[in-house]
């Protein structure tokens, strides 16, 4: 699992290993049925021993993974915004940024909106370098139908980007 | 039954839809139906008002004409075969002899000839002169033939000069016993004129008192008389052939004495009997009804054609809107068949619609246009519309429906579904030649000229519509050109003649709004099809000037050929009419203003909805075309 | 800089279109401002019913706001008479639209001169002209072919170069490719980006992003109002070989 993701989880509130797992696959819905349960407490210690995550264990219970409540440090939160921030985009990962979108709502971290924006316009200027590259190929060149295929996969993705941006203006709206 | 009810609520919704094309295949229809009526109701007329003249009149079966000659100066008396003739075998009642007289007539100035006939005031045995005005003779008091009264202006209490004589016209009246004016001279008119002054069509009968006759100056030969007797027969069926046995031929042996002192060495004076019978008078009444029947037929039949014309034109340009309506009938199931039975069912009802109004128009009519001859008691009020006439208007309403529409219809029918659904109209035509022509034109005629080229069908019936009208035109004036050249003195109306010109005038105005109802159709059917094509030429950078300018170029194009087409169409439809006679072609001025004037009235009535299609918004109606 | 180059192609400050009556009012464009320098190309993307297309009418004449000023080359145009917004139609602005509008009766040649027939220009001077864009666009050898006859992408491609017989100071699109398929796109894509290449001034209404990266700025519209403007000329953060999967 995506560090970033865990670490931006937990911008919300300190919790539980479980709660994470809970709230992770509410978000990934089928896509995430393929997710290795203990996945994410790997994750959390890799973290802690980042010290990026701070650990508390609940006092007086013995020492078993599921009782530890973790919270990010301060090194963690700085890691988040650099994350919410970063408009590079992961390639054919489309999880990450869907769960970008429901961390940085959930967290309060940034407005979903203005993140998938941003994400637009970064993939609209690739779009138009992949584009000029494309059509200074001369046709049928290999390099050209590379170059097309990313074309295309811009496009799409940033077809889902305008869907994202619908869905969550919408949200905003309700609230 | 429930599919009638069916396509009969579909038409009438459809209908209902468009009233104002409704309204305009209502009102060419009618015209049409109005004019048919008409004709057919004159036609009618053409066999009964001798008859019922006679009847009214107690018109006689023979009439005959005995010329008696005198010495000059000396009075004349009737000879002996007139007393002969009145109790000859087969007379059944006669009345007689009327002396009768020629002279010259002065009225208002106008100058004529007339026959004057003696009576007396009691009424007749045979041959009572119905009055349609005034009151019978007195002394003083001359009655006039009705139609010779009409030509010289005169009414009961006018002044007339007979024969040098003042009188007062004491009425008018209709007579089976002697031919209309002006063609009295066919049937009678025994004497001549010394003076060959006046021809036989300024010739007219009047009827005055004895000593009123005595009084009048004549003017034909002071040594001749005529004596008129009327005769009614036992068996009228043998008129003719008694006329035959009777009248006096050549051979000298049938000349018989009169009395009166013989002038010394030459025998007894010869008298000349001549006898007609009532079918000669019959059918020289019937000719002058005949005369207007042939303006009136040729009439009818070019407004049944541009009825046609213009209902064609309508019906074509609903068809874009009906192949989509099809195509969705067809799409939830309707046959061909009903379909095309709805299309047909609207023009039917139309049709039948036009026919109630054209049989009412033209049975309210008639009686403005039909006064048989005026010399005849025609059908008083309105001609009988018999059940033929009104059977054959409405099958002639229902055809011309019919005959627009097929075509139409039966395409619409059979276009495939999916074809009607995507609204594919008939893509229109190329033609490079045009297109390249009119690349050198001014924009107006730029955009006229692909108009036209775009829809040839219609263009050519366009040019049927204008060509038509411009041959009624032509018609009148050739009319006024061959008749007005034969009026002699040119002082003497002819009341026929007057009313030909009449009827011939009301057909070319009946034609000319058919023609204008027609322009107004085709260029509203134009307007509609090149509306995308106007947008966008619009959108290009046309102003609405220019399109409206096209629109209307696109209208004067095919005109201008038919108007042209017309000249010789109006001369030839006049010469069918007029049975070949000679007829004198209009100046050379005359037509090029007919002309002229066709082609100001088409561009006019083109730019009226021209002007409105050009000034709608640009953007809306290119957008239509793609959502 | 020159006073001429420095004129805005296009201006327009508080552009509004309304629809109905009292009841129920429409706001097609509600309040909006545009500027576009010359050799420029601006594209606006928004959903559909955005008024995008609305506005691009507006724009070019073809329609008449309800209320704001609209300069084109220095001219104000919104209160002109239709005779003289035709003219400007035929001189100053060329329109593609999302239909095509061909004519289909006429061949390619004989489209594209059109407009300078329209505009009273000799026939064989037009046919010139019209033979030249043809050839500008690649289609040389379609001239004499009808529309029927064309692919989706020729056709377009045959639009454009109408829009262009008058030398237009600024040429408008709507929805170039919202009729074409992929490889038409690609056709009227290479076509635009020669066009401002050639320093022709765009304004593309589009809701395909392949066209709007073809643009210098990129203006969203949503509800009659534009609502975020980015300026794609800026350079990106990542590599394109990363977004073909490459690693490093």
């Known amino acids: 699992m995506q560090q970033e993701v865990v670490l931006a989880m937990l911008a919300k509130e300190p919790s539980h290993g479980y709660q994470l797992r809970s709230r992770l696959q509410q978000a990934l819905g089928p896509a995430g049925d393929a997710m290795n349960a203990g996945q994410i407490y790997v994750t959390l210690s890799r973290l802690e021993k980042g010290g990026l995550v701070s650990c508390e264990q609940t006092a007086g219970l013995p020492d078993r993974p599921d009782r530890k409540v973790y919270a990010l440090t301060a090194a963690g939160q700085q890691r988040v915004s650099a994350w919410i921030a970063d408009v590079s985009w992961p390639g054919p990962g489309l999880a990450e940024f869907h769960l970008k979108l429901i961390t940085a709502a959930a967290g309060r971290l940034a407005d979903p909106v203005a993140v998938v924006d941003a994400q637009r316009r970064e993939l609209l200027r690739r779009l138009r370098e992949a584009q000029r590259a494309a059509m200074a190929e001369p046709e049928r060149s290999d390099a050209g139908l590379l170059l097309e295929g990313i074309t295309l996969r811009l496009q799409a993705d940033l077809r889902w980007l305008e869907a994202c941006e619908r869905n969550w203006t919408g949200r905003k709206d309700r609230e | 039954m429930g599919k009638l009810v069916l396509v009969t609520r579909l038409a009438a919704r459809d209908l209902r839809h468009r009233p104002a094309q409704a309204l305009l295949l209502l009102l060419a229809i009618t015209t049409a139906t109005a004019v048919l009526t008409l004709g057919l109701a004159l036609h009618g007329v053409t066999s009964h008002p001798y008859q019922q003249t006679r009847a009214a009149t107690n018109g006689p079966d023979a009439v005959a004409q005995v010329v008696v000659t005198h010495r000059a100066g000396q009075r004349p008396v009737p000879p002996a075969p007139v007393a002969k003739l009145m109790h000859a075998p087969g007379v059944s009642a006669a009345s007689g002899p009327f002396l009768e007289t020629t002279v010259y007539v002065h009225a208002h100035g106008v100058f004529a000839g007339a026959v004057v006939e003696g009576r007396d005031q009691a009424p007749s045995r045979v041959d009572r002169p119905k009055l349609t005005s005034g009151s019978w003779v007195r002394p003083g008091g001359v009655v006039v033939e009705r139609t010779f009264a009409e030509a010289l202006g005169v009414g009961p209490g006018d002044r007339i000069t007979l024969g040098g004589r003042t009188f007062t016209v004491a009425g008018t009246a209709v007579t089976a016993a002697s031919t209309p004016f002006p063609n009295m001279c066919e049937t009678d008119c025994a004497l001549g004129f010394s003076d060959a002054v006046l021809t036989s069509r300024n010739i007219g009968l009047i009827w005055a008192t004895g000593p009123d006759l005595a009084a009048m100056h004549p003017a034909g030969p002071s040594t001749q008389a005529v004596y008129v007797v009327n005769l009614k027969l036992r068996d009228p069926a043998r008129a003719d052939a008694f006329a035959a046995a009777h009248s006096t031929t050549s051979d000298s042996d049938q000349v018989s004495t009169g009395s009166g002192p013989t002038v010394s060495g030459q025998g007894p004076p010869p008298v000349v009997v001549s006898v007609t019978g009532w079918p000669a008078y019959a059918s020289a009444a019937a000719q002058l009804v005949v005369d207007e029947q042939q303006v009136l037929s040729p009439g009818a039949v070019l407004a049944a054609l541009l009825a046609i014309a213009s209902v064609a034109v309508l019906a074509g340009g609903r068809m874009a809107e009906q192949t989509r309506r099809t195509g969705l009938l067809k799409a939830v199931g309707a046959t061909p068949r009903l379909v095309a039975a709805i299309l047909l069912a609207e023009h039917v009802l139309l049709a039948l619609l036009s026919a109630a109004a054209g049989l009412v128009i033209g049975w309210l009519a008639a009686p403005l246009i039909t006064s048989p001859g005026a010399g005849l008691v025609g059908a008083p009020g309105a001609p009988s519309l018999t059940g033929s006439i009104v059977a054959e208007v409405v099958i002639v309403a229902l055809l011309v429906a019919l005959a627009a529409t097929t075509v139409p219809a039966i395409r619409a029918a059979h276009t495939s579904t999916v074809r009607a659904l995507s609204d594919a109209a008939r893509p229109p035509r190329r033609r490079p030649r045009l297109i390249a022509l009119s690349a050198r034109l001014p924009v107006p005629l730029l955009l006229g000229l692909r108009l036209v080229a775009r829809r040839p069908r219609r263009a050519l019936l366009s040019v049927a519509s204008v060509a038509i009208t411009a041959a009624g035109v032509v018609a009148v004036l050739t009319f006024h050109a061959t008749v007005t050249g034969v009026s002699i003195t040119g002082q003497l109306g002819n009341p026929v003649l007057d009313r030909d010109e009449q009827m011939l005038t009301v057909l070319t105005v009946v034609l000319i709004a058919l023609a204008g109802l027609n322009a107004v159709c085709s260029a509203w059917a134009t307007v509609l099809d090149a509306r995308t094509a106007s947008a966008l030429a619009r959108a290009l950078g046309a102003t609405p000037r220019q399109v409206t300018a096209g629109i209307a170029a696109a209208q004067l194009i095919p005109a201008l050929p038919g108007a042209l087409l017309g000249i010789p169409l109006g001369l030839g439809l006049f010469a069918a009419a007029d049975h070949g006679n000679k007829l004198t072609v209009p100046a050379a001025g005359w037509l090029a203003l007919a002309v002229l004037g066709t082609l100001a009235v088409v561009a006019l009535l083109a730019s009226l909805p021209a002007r409105i299609g050009a000034r709608h918004p640009v953007a809306p109606v290119l957008q239509a075309e793609t959502t | ?248």
């Open chain 3, 1 to 248: 800089m020159s006073e001429t180059e420095q004129t805005p192609v296009l201006r327009a400050r508080g552009l509004r279109k309304e629809y109905g009556s009292q009841g129920s009012l429409v706001r097609a464009v509600d309040g909006v401002d545009l500027d576009v320098a010359a050799g420029e190309t601006v594209a606006v993307m928004g959903p559909s019913g955005c008024g995008k297309s609305t506005l691009l009418h507006l724009v070019s004449g073809l329609d008449r706001p309800s209320s704001g000023e609209i300069w084109l080359a220095g001219l104000r145009i919104d209160q002109l008479p239709e005779r003289a917004l035709a003219r400007l139609r035929r001189d100053t602005v060329g329109f593609v639209f999302q239909a095509f509008h061909l004519m289909d009766e006429l061949t390619a040649v004989e489209n594209v001169e059109l407009p300078a027939l329209l505009a009273g220009r000799p026939a064989r001077a037009a046919r010139r002209r019209a033979s030249e864009l043809l050839d500008q666009v690649g289609l040389a050898d379609r001239a004499r072919f009808r529309p029927a006859a064309l692919s989706g992408g020729q056709r377009q491609r045959v639009a454009v170069a109408r829009a262009l017989v008058s030398e237009p100071k600024l040429v408008l699109a709507d929805e170039p490719t919202g009729n074409l398929d992929s490889e038409a796109t690609l056709e009227v894509l290479r076509l635009f980006e020669s066009l401002h290449a050639a320093g022709q001034t765009l304004v593309i209404v589009t809701h395909d992003s392949r066209i709007a990266a073809t643009a210098d700025r990129l203006i969203g519209m949503r509800d009659g109002v534009f609502v975020d403007e980015t300026r794609l000329a800026d350079g990106t953060t990542g590599s394109l070989g990363a977004l073909a999967g490459l690693e490093g």
